[in-house]
């Protein structure tokens, strides 16, 4: 299941900037579970007041989080 999913080794080796996004309302995948990526891989943590569909429930404050990141990351 991908809720279970333990992606650390693979996140490490990515050359890219990396966002990793937590729902604070996330019951599948709470962000506990994500919050730990960051600080093993470089990636970048943001939570966010959203569940686990976060694309349906909130597309705005998605959308303006990912904007945000990348617009910092000069992309």
Known sequence: M???ADMQDE?????CPVLVI?????RVRPPPLGKPWPSHSGARYVEIRTGHYM????P???SDCI???LTSVGA
Not at 55 to 58: H, K
């Open 60 to 62: 705005d404050l998605l």
């Open 67 to 69: 904007d945000e990141f």
């Open 11 to 15: 996140l490490a080796h990515l050359a």
């Open 55 to 58: 694309s349906v429930q909130t």
């Open 22 to 26: 937590g729902g604070s309302l996330d």
């Open 2 to 4: 991908l809720a279970a």
